[in-house]
């Protein structure tokens, strides 16, 4: 019996988790689903996962994540998709310390401390692939999304220093950048700005109004023009995953192309006034 390749995927309870877990499974993939909360993994054993537990902002979860793991496939491990992530919109100005230090310990310190537990057993087997989902706004800034640009830009940079490091093993490590993909992302953003932006005593209070505030709760609103949904992200996985010679990062969706482009040949001056109409 030929043993199925494994591999561990963050934050599956919608989107692009939800999407690469389902279809990696339907490819024969043995697909192990992590959410956050409890009732979201049993809704995804409900769909035929395997999923437990997995909150990158405690280091207990993600060590019992990965005995979870580890127990079932006999200590081995043929990818990790590192993917679970939050925003917590808001002007730079306005955003608390304990707010960016909370939104690195899930987008980044959590998605470290996963990925360093990882490296011994690919390195132990000879092989292996991590891969991390970043975005456009980890190679561009954006009004009102400093602290997941700041992220981001975290993860891009640790991610091809890794991918150096690694160059004398073959385990590969790659970035996916996914521009506007339909998912609960703009949803479970709500969260983090009720929570730490103190918007109405803010300099900018007229501008949240009629800038982010209407963005934020219109469920009404149009979608992005190029939005695409989360299988774009899982065709690139998949790519990431089975090419023989993966590339270091992949890029999906139009704006992610096109601002990867004309960030090469703007000046930033120039680049920036595209941005600040946003």
């Not at 494994?6 to 690469?20: E, Q, W």
């Not at 132990?124 to 706004?137: E, P």
């Not at 065709?235 to 995953?241: C, V, W």
């Amino acid at each position: 019996m030929i043993k199925k390749k494994s591999i561990l995927i963050t934050g599956c309870s919608s989107g692009i988790g939800l999407d690469s877990a389902l279809t990696l499974n339907d490819h024969g993939w043995r697909v192990f689903a992590t959410c956050r909360k409890q009732k979201d993994c049993d809704e995804l054993k409900l769909q035929g996962l395997e999923s437990f537990v997995l909150d990158y902002e405690s280091t207990d979860s993600i060590a019992l994540a990965l005995e979870n793991v580890f127990r079932l496939t006999g200590g081995t491990l043929d990818a990790l998709f590192n993917n679970g992530a939050y925003a917590i919109p808001g002007a730079v100005e306005d955003l608390p310390r304990e707010a960016l230090k909370q939104n690195f310990e899930a987008n980044v310190f959590g998605w470290h401390d996963l990925i360093v537990q990882v490296i011994p057993i690919m390195r132990a087997q000879g092989y292996g692939r991590i891969i991390n989902c970043s975005s456009v706004l980890g190679f561009i800034p954006y009004p009102w999304r400093g602290s997941y640009v700041a992220t981001k830009y975290a993860i891009e940079g640790l991610t091809d220093t890794l991918r150096l490091e690694m160059s004398d093993t073959d385990i590969k490590v790659i970035l996916l950048q996914p521009g506007p993909i339909t998912s609960k992302f703009r949803l479970n953003a709500i969260n983090g700005f009720e929570r730490w932006i103190e918007w109405k005593t803010s300099a900018r209070c007229d501008q949240y109004q009629s800038k982010l505030i209407k963005r934020l709760y219109d469920s009404s609103s149009k979608k992005d023009k190029f939005e695409l949904p989360a299988s774009a992200v899982t065709k690139k996985l998949i790519r990431a995953l089975e090419d023989p010679f993966p590339k270091s990062r992949y890029l999906i969706t139009t704006p992610t192309y096109v601002a990867a482009g004309l960030k090469r040949m703007l000046p930033d001056r120039l680049f920036d006034k595209i941005l600040s109409r946003k």
